[in-house]
T-cell receptor
Framework: NAGVTQTPKFQVLKTGQSMTLQCAQD?????MYWYRQDPGMGLRLIYY???????DKGEVPNGYNVSRLNKREFSLRLESAAPSQTSVYFC???????????FGSGTRLTVV | AQSVTQLGSHVSVSEGALVLLRCNYS??????LFWYVQYPNQGLQLLLK??????LVKGINGFEAEFKKSETSFHLTKPSAHMSDAAEYFC??????????FGAGTRLTVKP
């Protein structure tokens, strides 16, 4: 099925460990986004990539890095995980001229 | 920057009753407005959007919303609730392709 695919769906990390969340879209969209969702706070933008080869910080970028590997793939890396990064992470994409986002099904990350 | 306030973190209605979920926005320029729905353990799905033109917007599953500039509101309604409408609903505002702000969400419960 066409859409945004995120892996893994669940992950438990120990404080200080690193990991990369993967995201791929097959709709040929130019823009991709990483959000985190926390109870009572809605979704907050971590990083985005307006086009292949570019990345920019969002509202809450501290503790994260991203890579736009190609037009399809946009990964999010936690270099040294902290309990405050326990959250549900969503990847999204959008086409030029269409502001609405298409979301993946999310990665539930717990840092202990 | 633009912002969104959703009034009521939880709303409970009886099956067949009117659904009204409230959203107020703040924006210094004409906004684009969105409602998304999130079912348990899934990503966000676009319900409807307002960009320009007609202020009453119809979406999927019988939902609609009206953009009221004078009240800076974009409330979501459905005349008759169904059990399958139980989910979390997010209002969002954007003024450009890279900056979309989400409200904290409203969890809708539908009682039989």
């Amino acid at each position: 099925n066409a859409g945004v695919t995120q892996t893994p769906k669940f992950q438990v990390l120990k404080t200080g460990q690193s990991m990369t969340l993967q995201c791929a879209q097959d709709m040929n969209h130019n823009s991709m986004y990483w959000y985190r969702q926390d109870p009572g706070m809605g979704l907050r933008l971590i990083y985005y990539s307006a086009s292949e080869g570019t990345t920019d910080k969002g509202e809450v970028p501290n503790g994260y890095n991203v890579s736009r590997l190609n037009k399809r793939e946009f990964s999010l890396r936690l270099e040294s995980a902290a309990p405050s990064q326990t959250s549900v992470y969503f990847c999204a994409s959008s086409e030029v001229g269409f502001i609405e986002r298409l979301f993946g099904s999310g990665t539930r990350l717990t840092v202990v | 920057a633009q912002s969104v306030t959703q009034l009521g973190s939880h709303v409970s209605v009886s099956e067949g009753a009117l659904v009204l979920l409230r959203c107020n926005y703040s924006s210094s320029v004409p906004p684009y407005l969105f409602w998304y729905v999130q079912y348990p353990n899934q990503g966000l799905q676009l319900l409807l959007k307002y960009t320009t033109g007609a202020t009453l917007v119809k979406g999927i599953n019988g939902f609609e919303a009206e953009f009221k500039k004078s009240e800076t509101s974009f409330h979501l309604t459905k005349p008759s609730a169904h059990m399958s409408d139980a989910a979390e609903y997010f209002c969002a505002v954007s003024t450009n392709n890279n900056d979309m702000r989400f409200g904290a969400g409203t969890r809708l419960t539908v009682k039989p």
